[in-house]
């Protein structure tokens, strides 16, 4: 990995801790504009989802589980390249100097 | 950015559908035509629609002292075009409405023309951009997904601003009010965002020059 992704990576860690130690609340934005709509003067939600996780301990499995197949999926797709890229990369670095034989 | 189930008046989630459906179509298409012509691109589209995924799961703390998530829509964005992002959008906004109740199904349309297409739309307008500007490929990359994931977010607020406008202030007021809520806060995500998907475009394709990155993950001809 280059430094260029290294130090992106420390950059993106430092944007989710930094307000964590600022302290707040940290309800989901969605909630708050939520709350403004119905708020508003005649409102009600004129359909209601089909199904809802019973519990915030069942919407926290589903969203681990959808960030899960995502990851694996994109850590596929990483592997993948890399390995393609490997026999053209090392073709001039075996052992006994050879080189390897063309495929 | 998503907006809840049921929450938009039914003219309003009609009309969003009817002006997202062309999109959707549209970007089906492309995809396929890419799985025939540029089989060796089918691991960056599962890519693309696997950072979305990840991406819009991660509910992360922002300034504000409220979460909200980043869309990861630019990637694909940046590499395909915008069209296919349409697709892929829409199939995490679907994932998150019927097992996560987050969204919704009434409300699927608004929310994939700010995510699904608003976004993508504006990432690659920012990179095209970006290009003729000059401007070095990480910056570019980074200005442009982030952007993107903004765009969804200022999106999402003129949204409903125009289904709740302010009884005093009228829809700016309305916009100003839910701008407050949703863009402020996606500001540093945003950022995030930018950073990741030139981190992610790095590691998918390798020790390569910058600037033959893009063409290496598109399957060469774009």
Not at chain 1, 22 to 39: K, L, P, T
Not at chain 2, 190 to 196: F, Q, R, T
Request: aromatic share 8%; charged share 10%.
């Amino acid at each position: 990995m280059s430094m260029r992704s290294v130090w992106m990576l420390v950059v993106v860690v430092l944007i989710a801790v930094i307000p964590l130690l600022m302290g707040g609340e940290f309800g989901g934005a969605d909630n708050e504009a939520a709350a403004i709509v119905q708020g508003t003067e005649g409102f009600s939600p004129w359909f209601s989802p089909i199904w809802e996780p019973p519990s915030g301990e069942v919407a926290s499995m589903l969203f681990s589980l959808q960030a899960a197949l995502g990851a694996l999926v994109l850590g596929y797709a990483i592997g993948r390249a890399h390995g393609r890229r490997r026999p053209d990369g090392d073709r001039d670095t075996t052992k006994d100097g050879a080189l390897p034989p063309r495929a | 950015m998503h907006i809840m189930e049921g929450f938009l008046p039914a003219s309003h989630a009609l009309g969003w559908y009817a002006v997202s459906a062309p999109f959707v179509l549209a970007g089906a298409a492309r995809i396929r035509t890419i799985v025939r012509e540029q089989p060796e691109a089918r691991l960056t589209l599962a890519a693309s629609g696997a950072f979305a995924f990840v991406l819009s799961a991660l509910k992360i703390p922002s300034v504000t002292g409220s979460c909200s998530h980043p869309t990861g829509t630019g990637l694909g964005a940046i590499v395909f075009g915008p069209s296919v992002m349409a697709v892929l959008g829409v199939i995490v906004l679907l994932f998150q409405a019927l097992l996560l109740a987050h969204g919704g199904l009434t409300t699927l349309g608004a929310n994939a023309f700010s995510m699904a297409i608003v976004g993508p739309w504006v990432a690659y307008g920012v990179w095209k951009l970006a290009g003729v500007a000059g401007l070095p490929f990480a910056v570019s990359v980074f200005l442009a997904a982030a952007l993107g994931d903004l765009a969804t977010y200022v999106f999402t607020s003129l949204q409903l601003a125009l289904a709740y406008p302010d009884p005093v202030s009228g829809f700016v007021g309305a916009a100003l009010k839910f701008g407050g809520i949703f863009a402020i806060t996606q500001i540093p995500l945003a950022i995030a965002e930018g950073l990741l998907t030139v981190v992610v475009i790095e590691a998918l394709s390798g020790k390569i020059r910058d600037e033959d990155r893009i063409s290496a993950l598109s399957g060469g001809n774009k």
